[in-house]
């Protein structure tokens, strides 16, 4: 197993601080938002320093009903092989939906979604995995997420539904206590009984992050400091099994070098606390053998696993067709999305007032990253701005990636002889000009479509 050290996700904010930064053994970085060919120098520096640099997935959508998609996964794999990684991680979640399975519109969650703790969503998520680690050049983790709503008629607990994971796949599990946290205040699960339920010996690492809580439900905000219940899940981790690594994630609302060098100590305290000793502060990333004595179990290969990476011969007959069990998944995921996003009647089953939880949390998102990628809107539309995209996205579901997202709001606010100040109106309408490029030619009816809207707006 890969012994880290104590970490911190490196974000463009905090890049100067993290390389000054004592005692950072190693970084996680967002895989989406690195280019291999252009690596930042803050990343080439620290990896000339020796420090560990991780790539962490949010778009793979591991959860899906669908095969893991190709290109993503060789987007993974090239950021893997040009940081010099030594893993790389993503998440247990969905997050489309629609498509060819449900013969529907693909809709995009912006965010991750908990998937079902049935047999069905196992069954689908193993092979997953298992095609995920046969692209990938180095061994997989998994994050547990957090969530604001459940599946109804789940048949597993978190801790049992990992530990199958694991068990059958050989995956690696990235640990997250805040998620934990979540989910004890949102579903009222015991992060005690999780970890005792989980194969201590799959961790790859652990992610800490804060969170706020707002009318009895708590949000994983990674914009606040880390809270002692977090800390005190930690200290339960740690009294179980040294963790190979620690990581502290920070995505928002970045503080002073010294408070953040003050959530790292207070990480490393709450891992004395467990008794099991310090995480390696070794500040490479040797390998050493678990506890079970496999090493790097895991690693590329994505043939069935259990224990520590030996073949199950039950697994020939689990490794049915799971087409079936995928249609079934992908009816429940886009009914789900659907009423998250697009305003359809809430499934049968779910809790309607966390559904609008869920569904302003993932507008609200939206607008956030929409921000991010195209930060001229909110200058554009000043105190506006929130408001405007808040309203298009209630009747405008999310069919693409977040630049795709901006191109269509301001499309949207043209047509609608939006904004009403004549001077925004034209900086809007040149900067969509500036942007829009040639139609590509499949999907005609959409083509079309799109070929009309630009005429109008051209026009204008």
């Not at 000339?48 to 893991?68: D, F, I």
């Amino acid at each position: 197993m890969q012994r880290l050290g104590t970490g911190i996700g490196w974000r463009p904010e905090i890049a100067d601080a993290v390389e000054r930064m004592p005692g950072v053994d190693w970084v996680e970085v967002v895989a989406e938002n690195v280019c291999p060919a252009h690596l930042p120098e803050s990343l080439r520096r620290l990896r000339e320093r020796g420090v560990s640099v991780v790539p962490h997935g949010v778009s793979l959508g591991l959860g899906g009903a669908e095969r893991p998609d190709e290109g993503r996964l060789r987007a993974l794999a090239e950021r893997a092989e040009a940081l010099g990684a030594p893993l790389v991680t993503e998440h247990i979640a969905f997050v489309r939906a629609g498509g060819p399975l449900t013969a529907s519109d693909r809709l995009e969650a912006g965010h991750l979604l908990p998937v079902p703790r049935t047999r069905d969503g196992l069954d689908v998520l193993c092979e997953n995995v298992r095609i995920a680690q046969e692209a990938l050049p180095v061994p997989l983790a998994v994050e547990n997420i957090a969530a604001l709503l459940s599946w109804p008629g789940e048949e597993l607990t978190e801790g049992q539904f990992l530990y199958d994971l694991a068990d059958r796949t050989g995956v690696r599990l990235l640990i997250d206590v805040a998620n934990l946290h979540t989910n004890h205040v949102n579903q009222g699960e015991d992060p005690a009984e999780a970890l005792a339920e989980l194969p201590l010996e799959a961790i790859a690492y652990v992610h800490v992050a804060g969170g706020f809580e707002r009318d009895g439900v708590w949000h994983d905000s990674h914009a606040h400091p880390v809270p002692r219940p977090v800390l005190d899940i930690l200290t339960d981790l740690a009294s179980r099994v040294r963790p190979p690594g620690v990581l502290l994630e920070r995505d928002e609302n970045f503080p002073g070098p010294a408070e953040l060098e003050h959530e790292l100590e207070a990480i490393r305290e709450a891992v004395l606390g467990g008794g099991t000793g310090d995480v390696d502060r070794g500040g490479g990333v040797g390998r050493s053998h678990d506890e079970g004595g496999a090493e790097d179990a895991g690693a590329g290969g994505g043939g069935p696993r259990v224990g520590g990476g030996r073949v199950d011969p039950r697994e020939g007959e689990a490794a049915r067709d799971t087409r079936c069990a995928r249609q079934r998944l992908a009816l429940g995921q886009t009914a789900l999305l659907s009423a998250l996003v697009a305003g359809t009647p809430a499934p049968e089953g779910f809790d309607r007032v966390r559904l609008g939880v869920q569904a302003r949390a993932l507008a609200a998102k939206r607008a956030d990253v929409v921000a991010k990628v195209a930060p001229e809107l909110p200058v554009v539309l000043g105190a506006g701005y929130r408001a405007a995209f808040l309203a298009y996205a209630q009747r405008h579901p999310m069919r693409g990636g977040h630049r795709r997202d901006a191109m269509e709001f301001v499309e949207f606010l043209l047509l609608a002889g939006q904004p009403q100040d004549a001077a925004a109106r034209r900086e809007l309408r040149a900067w969509w000009r500036e942007r829009s490029g040639p139609a590509p030619r499949h999907h005609r009816p959409a083509v079309r479509a799109a070929r009309a809207a630009r005429r109008v707006l051209l026009r204008r």
